[in-house]
Structures are given as structure tokens and as C-alpha cells.
């Protein structure tokens, strides 16, 4: 059974970063398009930003790029999100999924696996 397991939220201020990991367990994670997604209160779940299983393409919502990194270590079945200049308005439970298509699609809808999500705050 394929599983995804997430790390590294917490609370930070304003300024501040974060590093979220996602662990895959079951397959080799350069099976799968990686991506990152999040969810608000009272909001829609939205994308973050992807990888695609080679590590050659990313894909980056207008409000993260420049702040947010995401790169993969296939050697350690990991996926990796580098969060700097956190806003409060970052603040979210933020999911890693996987597609194992190879596909490079936005769509929430696409990734047939999830993680359990890790909670992120930023304080003002």
C-alpha cells in the first residue's frame, strides 16, 4: 500500500520559513508527479506547486513563486517544500499529493494519492 506522509509544519512569524517534507512508502516516489497543495479555513483547497517525477519541470502558483521552492530527493522516496517569506496569509493545512500519470496537471483532481496534510500557521 502506497502511503504519503508529511512533516515539518508548525508555527512561525511573518518573514519566517518553514521546510515540509513528503515521505512515499510502498512505491519509488519517481513513479509519481509530485505536488503541493492547501487548504484554508472556510477556503477551497488550492495548488501550491508541483514536480514532475523527473525533477526536470515545476510549476508554481502566482502567490507562492519566488517564495517557495520545491525539489524531490528520489534517493530518499521525498519530496521537498522549502517555504520562505511567510505571509499570514500562507496559513493552511498543506497537503502533498501524487499522480502517478506523469501528467503535469494543476488539477487537485489528478493526484490519486494523498497525505494526511501538516498544519502551517504564520502569526503576524
Known amino acids: 500500500q502506497v502511503q504519503l506522509v508529511e512533516s515539518g509544519g508548525g508555527l512561525v512569524q511573518a518573514g519566517g520559513s518553514l521546510r515540509l517534507s513528503c515521505v512515499v512508502s510502498g512505491r519509488t516516489v519517481r513513479d509519481y508527479t509530485m505536488g503541493w497543495f492547501r487548504q484554508a479555513p472556510g477556503k477551497e483547497r488550492e495548488f501550491v506547486v508541483l514536480i514532475s517525477w523527473s525533477g526536470s519541470s515545476t510549476d508554481y502558483a502566482d502567490r507562492v513563486k519566488g517564495r517557495f521552492t520545491i525539489s524531490r530527493a528520489n534517493a530518499r522516496n521525498t519530496a521537498i517544500l522549502q517555504m520562505n517569506n511567510l505571509t499570514p496569509e500562507d496559513t493552511a493545512v498543506y497537503y502533498c499529493?501524487?499522480?502517478?500519470?506523469?501528467?503535469?496537471?494543476?488539477?487537485?483532481?489528478?493526484?490519486?494519492?494523498w497525505g494526511q496534510g501538516t498544519q502551517v500557521t504564520v502569526s503576524s
Open positions: 499529493a501524487a499522480d502517478g500519470s506523469r501528467y503535469i496537471r494543476r488539477d487537485s483532481r489528478a493526484y490519486e494519492l
